[in-house]
């Protein structure tokens, strides 16, 4: 399984989870709150919206759209995870949610 071509991420196909840490496995006070992304990107949640048409994966947060965190708010989970967390590959990002509205999208 080659997990650097985002296709072979879609667990209808495939099994990353074999292959990648799940979200069970990392220690999520070593995590910033995912709504952080809200100040690196202040539209990527509208953008996703609007791309997607995902109203469960956003949320309205004083007027402005952000992605909905799950988890203790630390993880913002694919529409393909949501009925079944644990066996979600986690992918981290750094600073204010360096590259998330490419990963939200793939």
């Known amino acids: 399984l080659h997990l650097t071509y985002y296709g072979n991420y879609n667990s209808a196909w495939f099994h990353p989870e074999n292959y990648a840490a799940k979200i069970s496995d990392v220690d999520p006070n070593k995590l910033r709150p995912c709504n952080i992304t809200d100040e690196g990107y202040a539209f990527a949640a509208r953008f996703y919206l609007e791309a997607t048409g995902d109203v ?8 402005q759209t952000g992605y909905k965190c799950w988890l203790d708010e630390k993880w913002w ?5 949501r009925a079944d967390p644990a066996n ?3 992918i981290v990002s750094a600073g204010k949610g360096w590259g998330f509205p490419d990963i939200t999208q793939k």
């Open 88 to 90: 979600c590959i986690s």
């Open 56 to 63: 469960d994966g956003v949320e309205d947060r004083n007027g």
């Open 77 to 81: 989970l694919a529409p393909a995870c």
